[in-house]
């Protein structure tokens, strides 16, 4: 029988709960109920996932092996675009309750910036570039909410066995008090890198795994030091090595740092070590305050991928898909965008909209963005822990050379996470007007924020489904928009259109009409009068057109929704 621990994770600023078992109805009495999603995994991933799901009224149960939430910061960052994910799952404010946001990151090699990155910042973006919130205190947010929507959780339930039919999935899950089988018509395994999803699946990773090894350690320290990346190249007290410093929230400070070939995974999580090696960067940077280790681990980067996120009737996201290094942040922001590019398109299948060929473009869309982070991420893996004594010679004469030369610092960036743009995925459809577009978010793209007005940005105003956007007050695009938009809902597709205008007429043909006094919108989006945007769920643009005499929107959203298998799936 599966024994999870039961004792509180120790922590001097995160209260620790231990979630009990519940005995499942499948345990009491012969069950036929085939849930509609399983999810496998209870962490960030897997609990967006099931949020996003609840949403769209897709019943979700969720299993996750431990009795409580992660220890430690772990996945410390969130980009803007998940922050913006966050607000879609209804936690943004409650994350910011406890979060601090930073925008810049320093490279320091003896005694020198080599490298410094202002993050874009402007009056238009609602969130930060960059939001530092602990795993654990994130988890304890999203289980709440999770819970709000009636998401069925299970904690202290391990996942033994899973094999398929044509109709649903058999799983096998094993708790304290015994087995129990349970059926579900899909399942997501978020269950991180050590995913039992993917080897019971017998799948296995395609990419490259590197033997650099790092130490991540959260310490104590009161201080006042304003947040942002900090990064060191040949520390003294590390010769040869780089080092990387955060500050978290609650006095909590994150440091990062490489292990040496000779010292075994062992000596690396000795406690007398590892204070030996925080102490010494504390001595090196010029802090002499008190502090306490708060929680360790070793971790080692990789860039893997599964080939496909699709087998059948089981999906992955995050980190059972894929393992990244947490370089540049990307590790959990990439799960995030899984989580709600999957989201969307599951929901419609379960819910009736959308054949089951929907989902073989979740796993072709985000397959290639991993893909594309795994060639961006080596570059900057190899640039902070040199794999060879070629690249330690590549890495020291860019160092030498940046301390007085300009030119070779952008070799030192660490590429942050960024959105993904779906430009040629088979649910992007670029129209005859096209090339009139000088700017604004292109077809894959994901949204442009504006500042509407005090407090008021635009994606605010986005209820969760397609978004149709009309510019201008064009009385015939709007009646032509309108009567699509309602066939639409007529079959049950969560659908708003919304009017952009100078000033709105004709309002009461749009679900919302927001005024743009300056054209700020207006221009930021290439929208003349008559313009349509057509945004998916999760925000990306699925098409838009600078005008035309008859509307597409009913068109488009169903070519998305009945979108061919490319294999033979369910």
Not at 2 to 16: A, E, V
Request: with cysteine.
């Amino acid at each position: 029988m599966h024994q999870p621990n039961l004792q509180p994770n120790p922590s001097s600023y995160h209260d620790y709960r231990v979630f009990p078992f519940v005995r499942p109805e499948e345990m009491t009495a012969s069950s036929s109920t085939i849930h509609p999603v399983a999810v496998i995994g209870a962490g960030p991933i897997g609990l967006v996932l099931a949020i996003l799901l609840a949403k769209q009224g897709v019943p979700v149960t969720l299993i996750e092996s431990e009795a409580q939430v992660c220890g430690g910061s772990r996945a410390l960052a969130l980009s803007r675009r998940s922050m913006e994910i966050m607000e879609q799952a209804g936690v943004a404010p409650a994350f910011l309750d406890k979060a601090i946001v930073w925008n810049e990151g320093f490279s320091f090699y003896r005694g020198h910036i080599v490298h410094h990155l202002d993050l874009p910042f402007s009056v238009d973006d609602k969130f930060a570039p960059m939001t530092n919130l602990p795993q654990c205190n994130m988890e304890d947010i999203l289980v709440e909410q999770a819970r709000g929507l009636g998401v069925d959780l299970r904690f202290q339930t391990r996942l033994n066995g899973l094999s398929q039919s044509a109709d649903f999935v058999n799983l096998t899950l094993d708790t304290p008090e015994g087995e129990y089988a349970l059926r579900a018509q899909w399942v997501v395994g978020c269950d991180g890198a050590r995913s039992a999803v993917r080897k019971l699946q017998g799948l296995r990773f395609e990419g490259q795994s590197f033997e650099s090894r790092f130490v991540i350690a959260d310490f104590r320290i009161d201080i006042d030091v304003p947040p942002g990346r900090r990064c060191y190249f040949d520390p003294p007290w590390l010769p040869g090595h780089s080092a990387l410093l955060h500050k978290a929230p609650f006095g909590v400070w994150r440091l990062d740092y490489q292990v040496p070939d000779e010292v075994s995974d062992e000596q690396a999580l000795d406690p007398g070590r590892i204070h030996q090696h925080i102490q010494a960067h504390l001595d090196y940077i010029g802090i002499d305050q008190p502090w306490q280790i708060e929680w360790t681990t070793l971790y080692k980067p990789n860039t893997l991928t599964l080939a496909s996120y699709r087998h059948d009737r089981v999906l992955f996201c995050g980190d059972a898909a894929h393992l990244l290094p947490v370089f540049g942040v990307r590790g959990m922001n990439t799960g995030v965008q899984d989580s709600i590019n999957l989201a969307w398109k599951l929901a419609s299948v379960v819910n009736g909209q959308a054949s089951a060929g929907i989902l073989d473009s979740y796993s072709s869309e985000r397959v290639a963005d991993a893909r594309q982070i795994c060639q961006d991420a080596g570059r900057s893996t190899r640039m902070m822990a040199p794999p060879s004594r070629g690249y330690s010679i590549l890495q020291r004469a860019v160092l030498d050379l940046a301390i007085q030369q300009e030119f070779p610092r952008g070799l030192l960036h660490w590429r942050t996470s960024r959105p993904m743009d779906y430009a040629s995925s088979a649910l992007t459809f670029r129209d005859s007007t096209e090339d009139q577009f000088i700017s604004g978010p292109g077809p894959g793209a994901p949204p442009r924020n504006v500042k509407l007005g005090e407090q008021q940005f635009l994606l605010d105003s986005f209820a969760y489904g397609f978004q149709v956007l009309v510019f201008g007050s064009d009385e015939q695009v709007l009646q032509q928009t309108q009567r699509d938009v309602a066939d639409l809902r007529q079959r049950g597709i969560a659908i708003q259109l919304v009017q952009i205008d100078r000033d709105p007429k004709h309002a009461q043909f749009a679900d919302i009409a927001l005024a743009d006094p300056e054209s700020h919108a207006i221009t930021l989006w290439d929208a003349r009068d008559g313009a349509v945007y057509v945004l998916r769920p999760d925000q990306h643009v699925c098409t838009r057109w600078k005008t035309s005499s008859t509307t597409r929107v009913k068109s488009m959203v169903d070519a998305m929704l009945n979108t061919p298998s490319n294999k033979a799936n369910p």
